[in-house]
């Protein structure tokens, strides 16, 4: 018997379900959100509640970000809270260092006096980059579903394809085989994407890796508080438009009734939630496993499949100002050698955030780099090893962050926080009880894709339909090539899907005349 009924409930703790609830809410229809423990945005580590990762957003003037902040009317809160960083992304290389930014001319000049006569052949290719970016942006932000929706949506993605750089094409021409630019470009979507670097650039595409530099370019604009106050932010718009939310639940079988979806039946009470719509915002293998009717892995359209292929892999630290050398950007890329994979310590995004009002003297920072599926799927030996091999890598760029150490945590590998040498207890008696570290969180790694064959333009894969009416899937697969952004085109879609465009009208509500 349900529990409740709802319009929509939306399942899973991605932020592409949580946007998608918030905007469901704000079209009139009455939202659940569940979410279950390990889908929390932030962690404890030894008393700091740390985010589980930075929040940067594409510039706000983006049209597929402006759409959705006007919507949700949080345009304002956002550009106060979420400034553009400055430089927009900082290059660290053995041999190179320089500033990236919109400029043309400053970049110029970066170029020149650190690849000298190559100048040319840079620009020519970062102007192929911007080409190719600007061809999709008209694409993502009109009310085209993507991943393509039928005949006429797929048809109209099949005539953009046709404008692109054909499948297999060199972006980066003419630079040379083996030229450090050719990381450089690929980088920022490799490290903030959902799209595997093992193999460049077929993995995420030339779409997604031009879309994603040429974003990070402009500026990307990093949300103060980092993912968990950004979770916070659309939490807090999904209650303003009457949504609600129910934690600590584990969702253990699809309802059908009549090959549609009829509700949601979750543990601990074994209670089902009815429903009109079902939106799954989580892998769609986990929501294979729940279906008595079991889903198409490809969807009604024939969409490419997916496999993981890599996880992204963050450490947290608070450091005092002192940690940061004069000159450091706000997001950097530090590539250990250009000419091997972008992938474990040899590339490492680092993004510098801003402190919190009530500690100004604690600068959060996030050290992200991606890890192959295989040897962390085997246990936890692997990242802890891993995480002293990425806290070694960034002493070379910061040297003296442990003089300045707050406290350094990870929220995947278990491992205890470290602290400065000035937190450290004294040693215990000989013979004295000692308590248990305590134990860390084990939150689950955000993945990395390869599809199973073509896709949309290289950026798309799994169709938001599941071949079973009412059930939609919303989350890192339907755009794993275009990272954050791809997940709010997702969430645009999805809703767009459910209430066709349109506000939804209360039955119940009168229209009222009053004249005198």
Not at 471 to 484: H, K
Request: glycine content about 10%.
């Amino acid at each position: 018997m349900d529990t409740n009924y709802y319009d929509v409930v939306v399942c899973g703790g991605e932020l592409t379900g949580l946007v998608a609830a918030a905007l469901l809410g704000r079209r009139g229809y009455r939202v659940l959100l569940v979410g279950s423990e390990t889908d929390r945005p932030t962690f404890e580590a030894a008393g700091h509640e740390l985010s589980r990762a930075p929040a940067l957003l594409p510039p706000i003037a983006t049209p597929t970000v402006a759409r959705v902040l006007q919507d949700l009317n949080c345009v304002q809160i956002v550009k106060r809270r979420a400034p553009a960083l400055a430089p927009a992304l900082q290059v660290v290389m053995p041999h190179h260092r320089f500033d990236v930014g919109p400029d043309a001319e400053a970049l110029g000049r970066e170029l020149a006096r650190e690849f000298g006569a190559d100048r040319a052949a840079i620009e020519a290719a970062l102007a192929r980059v911007a080409q190719t970016s600007a061809l999709v942006e008209p694409l993502l932000s009109t009310e085209i579903t993507l991943p393509p929706d039928g005949f006429w949506e797929r048809r109209e993605v099949g005539r953009l394809e046709s404008l692109l750089p054909k499948r297999g094409s060199d972006l980066y021409a003419p630079l040379p085989a083996q030229h450090p630019m050719r990381a450089v470009i690929a980088a920022p979507a490799m490290l903030a994407g959902a799209a595997s670097p093992w193999a460049l650039p077929r993995a995420a595409g030339n779409v997604g890796i031009a879309r994603g530099f040429e974003l990070a370019r402009q500026g990307l604009c990093r949300f103060e508080g980092g993912y968990g106050a950004l979770h916070a932010l659309f939490r807090e718009k999904l209650e303003t438009f009457s949504g609600e939310r129910r934690e600590k639940l584990v969702p253990v079988e699809v309802v059908m009734k009549r090959g549609r979806v009829a509700g949601l039946r979750v543990r601990p009470r074994d209670e089902t939630i009815g429903c009109e719509h079902l939106v799954w915002a989580g892998s769609a293998a986990a929501l294979h496993a729940i279906c008595a009717e079991k889903p198409p892995r490809r969807g009604a359209s024939g969409g490419p499949g997916l496999h993981v292929e890599g996880y992204r892999y963050t450490v947290a630290l608070l450091v005092g100002p002192e940690a940061l050398p004069e000159g450091m950007g706000e997001r950097v890329l530090l590539i250990g050698d250009p000419a091997r994979p972008l992938v474990e310590e040899n590339a490492l995004a680092i993004t510098v955030g801003q402190p919190a009002p009530r500690q100004p003297e604690h600068i959060p920072l996030w050290v992200e780099c991606i890890v192959p599926a295989a040897p962390v799927d085997a246990g936890p030996g692997y990242l802890r090893a891993l995480r002293g091999r990425v806290v070694e890598r960034l002493e070379t760029l910061l040297p003296f962050f442990r003089q300045h150490l707050v406290v350094l945590a990870s929220p995947h590998d278990g491992l205890p926080p470290e602290l400065p040498a000035s937190a450290a207890k004294p040693a215990a008696k000989k013979g004295a009880a000692t308590a248990p570290a305590p134990q860390m969180p084990m939150l689950p790694l955000a993945p990395v894709y390869a599809a199973e064959g073509d896709s949309p333009f290289d950026v798309a894969a799994l169709p938001h339909a599941t071949g079973i009416k009412n059930l939609y899937l919303a989350g890192l697969e339907n755009l794993p090539g275009l990272g954050f952004e791809g997940e709010l085109v997702s969430a645009w879609g999805v809703s767009r899907l459910i209430a066709g465009g349109q506000p939804r009208r209360d039955p119940l509500r009168r229209e009222v005349l009053i004249s005198e």
